[in-house]
């Protein structure tokens, strides 16, 4: 089987600061951790929710994905991660199974990840992402 779980939720928001409260909030405990991705002009925030995490993300710069997408369709989900062994096998029985990828080949997420996107196009407009622990 080539996808585990669910690894994370990500959640696309304006104001990190502001979500990081109402997350906390919401769910009754503390981020975890802060993490800039600056090859995607990102900022991530991570909640620990049993197994699965809850990824807050903010745009450090306007052309980075999170800005347009919040322009484009506004704050709200963003995409769903799947935990993966092997992420190569992974992206290439994808690909042979018809679906469309964003990333041909992994590349450095947030929290010790390799990740890589599928198409929303080819996956019932949901952004999925793959990731494997390096
Ligand atoms: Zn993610």
Same mark, same amino acid.
């Given at each position: 089987?080539?996808?585990?779980?669910?690894?994370? *939720?990500?959640?696309?928001?304006?104001?990190?600061?502001?979500? $990081? &409260?109402?997350?906390?909030?919401?769910?009754?405990? $503390?981020?975890?951790?802060? $993490?800039?991705?600056?090859?995607?002009?990102?900022?991530?925030?991570?909640? #620990? #929710?049993?197994? *699965?995490?809850?990824?807050?993300?903010?745009? /450090?710069?306007?052309?980075? +994905?999170?800005?347009?997408? *919040? $322009?484009? &369709?506004?704050?709200?989900?963003?995409? *769903?991660?799947?935990?993966?062994?092997?992420?190569?096998? /992974?992206?290439?029985?994808?690909?042979?199974?018809?679906?469309?990828?964003?990333?041909? /080949? +992994?590349?450095?997420?947030?929290?010790?990840?390799?990740?890589?996107?599928?198409? +929303?196009?080819?996956?019932?407009?949901?952004?999925?992402? #793959?990731?494997?622990?390096?």
């Amino acid at each position: 089987m080539s996808i585990n779980k669910i690894e994370h *939720i990500g959640i696309a928001v304006s104001n990190l600061d502001a979500s $990081e &409260k109402l997350f906390s909030q919401l769910l009754g405990c $503390e981020p975890y951790k802060r $993490e800039e991705v600056a090859s995607e002009g990102v900022i991530t925030s991570f909640f #620990l #929710l049993g197994d *699965i995490k809850i990824e807050l993300l903010a745009a /450090t710069n306007e052309n980075s +994905p999170i800005a347009k997408f *919040i $322009e484009k &369709k506004g704050e709200g989900i963003h995409h *769903i991660a799947f935990d993966t062994a092997n992420i190569t096998n /992974t992206l290439s029985e994808k690909s042979q199974q018809g679906f469309q990828l964003i990333n041909a /080949t +992994p590349k450095d997420g947030a929290d010790n990840k390799q990740i890589a996107f599928l198409h +929303p196009k080819s996956t019932n407009s949901v952004l999925v992402e #793959l990731c494997q622990d390096k």
